[in-house]
């Protein structure tokens, strides 16, 4: 038990170094969180300071989620659900990040790490969701939302024997899944008002 808990503190202290906060001090000089939407995650970091930057951040938010589950795999063997719930602490240190007076990104990259780790397939499946959604509508947000969504209907589908592995991965996918809609609520909430800006203006829709 002593050792879930040091784990799992150690999971949220790595998940909350703003990778993509520091990166746009330390090369523009620059406060990301009073700039575009103020998040600290990839997505902010490209319409910020352009692509580069924002695929560097991403691999650092990907490596938030890849790496404590790789450290919980070797500490919790042959308890992949477990090693699931213990690393998602550093979504959580991500979210609500320690350096920053508990505040910080959504949380996306994060899980699509530890998901990538967990079952590839389901990892997949999102992406693919992620992007053709982007690809058509050019709104990151709502690509976001609909992966959230479909997230707990594939872990159901994968594994629909009732377990105790089982039940702790479905435990991370819904609470996951509801944490990041309530991150993404002003989104929504411009969604729905027609109100949300476009990341990538030359999508399929608007070319048809």
Not at 114 to 142: E, H, K, N, P
Request: with cysteine; aromatic share 14%; glycine share 8%.
């Amino acid at each position: 038990m002593i050792k879930l808990i040091l784990f799992t503190v150690a999971a949220y202290l790595y998940g909350s170094i703003p990778f993509g906060y520091w990166l746009a001090l330390s090369v523009r000089h620059t406060n990301v969180r009073e700039k575009g939407s103020g998040n600290i995650g990839a997505t902010n970091i490209t319409r910020v300071l352009g692509f580069k930057f924002g695929l560097v951040s991403l691999l650092f938010d990907l490596s938030k989620g890849i790496i404590p589950f790789l450290i919980a795999e070797k500490l919790f063997p042959g308890q992949r659900g477990v090693a699931l719930c213990c690393s998602s602490a550093s979504i959580l240190g991500h979210n609500f990040s320690l350096f920053l007076s508990f505040k910080g990104g959504k949380g996306i990259g994060t899980t699509a790490g530890l998901l990538l780790m967990f079952d590839y397939r389901i990892a997949l499946v999102l992406v693919c969701i992620w992007i053709l959604t982007i690809l058509t509508s050019g709104w990151v947000s709502l690509a976001s939302i609909l992966a959230l969504c479909t997230a707990p209907w594939l872990m159901i589908w994968l594994y629909p024997v009732i377990s105790e592995q089982n039940l702790f991965a479905w435990v991370f996918v819904f609470f996951y899944a509801i944490l990041g809609l309530w991150q993404h609520r002003e989104n929504i909430k411009r969604l729905l008002s027609h109100q949300e800006k476009v990341m990538f203006k030359h999508n399929l829709l608007k070319n048809r």
